[in-house]
């Protein structure tokens, strides 16, 4: 009787695992467990926690849900990608970060905490939201060991109305960042958009109907004009995706992109200056047939694919 199983006795950058899909630990990818990150490229850490969302609740649970859609497509390298990621790079699933610490800001430090214990083993990071607010304790912590970060963003929203004091609010992340120094506007694009916000805080943005009208390799080159070599984050919320192809989170907005469109952009960024990455905002209890928790997965996959090749070009 064999005791295989990926997520407890695999090693890191053995490539994709071809293991029945319907059992086994819940791992993203079936990755292994680990909070060793000696010699670890990538560590994909989950953050439960949904208490800056304005509507729909839910997203907490947002990462349990990618790595469970994820292990129906983990049994091969992403198409149409020549590398296998988990090959190329040494990659743990490093569980959840656990909040005992209360709410409000205490979270944002507490998060803040635990990705730079990460990043100070020069480890990067791939999130798992919940909800969008986790991009901020995020990028504070990239900022201290990067500096000023150019940001590409992925969503319906701008997120960059006004804080309220030291308040919490999904929408406001970006808004502190870039007021903080944390984020360059300037050299910083956001995708997707299609709701109103008038002060752009000089993002740049590239609405929805944008990428409905001109091609992939159109807002590729804008993205790569626009960040150039800088340390760069990606963030992507999943309502960034139609409702058709992402129902399951808290803040749906109809005219959105297709996961086709917002895939092939994503291939097209490779040898960009990729420091970190998130994927946030799928709130399971809105989804049909774990359609947005697989879009989040695929996503999820596609970021360390783009991640290893960046790697690759500037090694």
Same mark, same amino acid.
């Given at each position: ?12 950058? $053995? ?16 990755? *292994?467990? !680990? ?20 509507? @729909? ?10 790595? /469970? ?25 490093? !569980? ?24 100070? &083993?020069?480890? %990067? ?11 901020? +304790? ?9 500096? +000023? ?8 929203? &701008? ?11 999904? !929408? $406001? ?7 903080? !120094? ?13 709701? &109103? ?24 080159? @804008? ?7 800088? +340390?760069?984050?990606? $963030? ?15 803040? *749906? ?10 895939? /092939? ?18 709130? +399971? ?6 359609? $947005? ?18 790697? %690759?070009? @500037?090694?």
């Amino acid at each position: 009787m064999s005791s295989w199983d990926n997520a407890f006795t695999g090693k890191p950058g $053995t490539g994709a695992v071809n293991s029945h899909s319907f059992g086994g630990a819940v791992s993203f990818f079936r990755t *292994p467990f !680990g909070r060793d990150l000696s010699d670890i490229d990538v560590a994909v850490m989950g953050i439960p926690l949904d208490i800056a969302v304005t509507n @729909r609740s839910g997203a907490r649970l947002g990462p349990r849900a990618i790595r /469970n859609a994820s292990m129906s497509l983990a049994w091969e390298r992403p198409w149409p990608w020549q590398t296998d990621p988990l090959q190329a790079l040494k990659v743990v699933d490093y !569980g959840d970060c656990e909040n005992n610490e209360g709410g409000g800001l205490l979270s944002v430090k507490h998060i803040e905490t635990w990705v730079s214990q990460i990043l100070e &083993t020069d480890t %990067a990071t791939l999130l798992l939201g919940g909800d969008h607010f986790i991009s901020y +304790p995020s990028l504070c912590a990239h900022y201290k060991k990067h500096g +000023p970060i150019a940001l590409i963003h992925f969503d319906a929203h &701008t997120d960059t109305w006004p804080s309220s004091g030291n308040g919490i609010n999904h !929408g $406001t992340m970006f808004y502190r960042a870039a007021k903080e !120094g944390i984020v360059l506007p300037e050299h910083s694009v956001q995708i997707g958009i299609r709701t &109103t916000n008038d002060d752009t805080l000089g993002y740049d943005i590239v609405s929805a109907t944008q990428v409905h009208e001109q091609s992939a390799a159109a807002i590729v080159k @804008r993205i790569r004009e626009r960040v150039g070599d800088r +340390p760069t984050y990606i $963030t992507f919320d999943i309502d960034c995706l139609d409702p058709a192809f992402a129902p399951g989170t808290g803040t *749906p907005v109809p005219g959105g992109l297709s996961s086709f469109q917002a895939l /092939n952009i994503i291939r097209g960024l490779s040898g960009i200056n990729l420091i970190g990455m998130d994927v946030v905002e799928v709130a +399971p209890a809105y989804d049909h047939a774990e359609l $947005t928790a697989l879009a989040g997965a695929q996503i999820g996959i596609e970021l360390l694919a783009l991640y290893a090749e960046c790697q %690759a070009a @500037r090694s």
